[in-house]
């Protein structure tokens, strides 16, 4: 046994033997502790990731709902000619570009990310001044004199230059959501993983230090016992007579 051969080659006294039979238990939970505490901030840097992801998923969205806001406002306008109808429009640009730029600095370790955002921040501008501006103007001569007709409003509209604007932006804003949903995944199966080996140092760790505990204990025990029954055995000898009997005892025990 190699513990065996540890303890007879150092001769170790029984308090020694209780000492390091204390002290090699106590190791293997502190380096159980060093794991646990590593998965353990492994689990914290995983969960800081997925909140961050879902925070990406959110703004997208509302990026997404400040587009809707603009075109239903804009689009009220041109039916009724009400200003009233602009509200929605006005509002949700005065906040477009803090979202935006806010939304960037979130997904500014991914590039390709962060290029996507540029190209919606881009399509979005364009469609205000080749689109959403032409028409609004177009509607308010109607407003300002009798003369003008629907007859130019209408024929914006059906250029279709905003919705093929818009269409672009939605399909960049679902390219934009779906990598970030499959970063989630990815997040997600990482914290898993990470209370797995969690549960896998604990059990095993835990299971592996009681019994290198019970084992060194039962040696320790053994070896005493072993040594208290030879000079148990020598004294009743020597007690018999026999005082040429050695003693076979080679511990510091």
């Not at 033997?17 to 204390?22: A, S, V």
């Not at 997904?107 to 921040?121: G, M, S, W």
């Not at 672009?168 to 199966?189: A, G, N, S």
Request: aromatic share 6%.
């Amino acid at each position: 046994m190699p513990a065996n051969n540890f303890l007879k080659r150092f001769n170790l006294s029984i308090r020694n033997k209780i000492i390091l039979g204390f002290c090699v238990p106590l190791l293997l939970m502190v380096v159980i502790s060093t794991l646990l505490y590593v998965s353990t901030e492994r689990q914290h840097a995983t969960a800081k990731w997925v909140e961050h992801t879902h925070q990406v998923i959110s703004q997208g969205h509302e990026l997404i709902k400040l587009l809707v806001d603009m075109e239903t406002g804009e689009r009220g306008f041109l039916i009724t000619g009400n200003s009233l109808f602009l509200e929605p429009f006005d509002n949700a640009l005065e906040v477009w570009s803090a979202k935006i730029t806010n939304l960037t600095e979130l997904v500014a370790d991914n590039q390709d990310q962060v290029e996507r955002l540029n190209k919606i921040d881009a399509l979005q501008q364009q469609w205000l001044t080749q689109a959403a501006e032409k028409e609004i103007t177009a509607r308010r001569q109607i407003n300002d004199t009798e003369l003008a007709t629907m007859e130019k409003v209408i024929q914006l509209i059906e250029a279709q230059t905003g919705k093929n604007i818009i269409d672009r932006i939605r399909q960049i804003k679902q390219q934009f959501i779906q990598v970030e949903q499959r970063l989630m995944t990815e997040r997600q199966q990482a914290a898993s993983q990470a209370i797995n080996h969690a549960k896998l140092v604990v059990l095993v760790g835990g299971a592996s230090a009681v019994m290198l505990a019970i084992l060194i204990a039962l040696y320790i025990t053994t070896q005493l016992v072993k040594n208290l029954k030879i000079l148990v055995s020598s004294t009743e000898k020597i007690s018999e007579g026999d005082y040429d009997h050695k003693i076979q005892v080679n511990s510091q025990d």
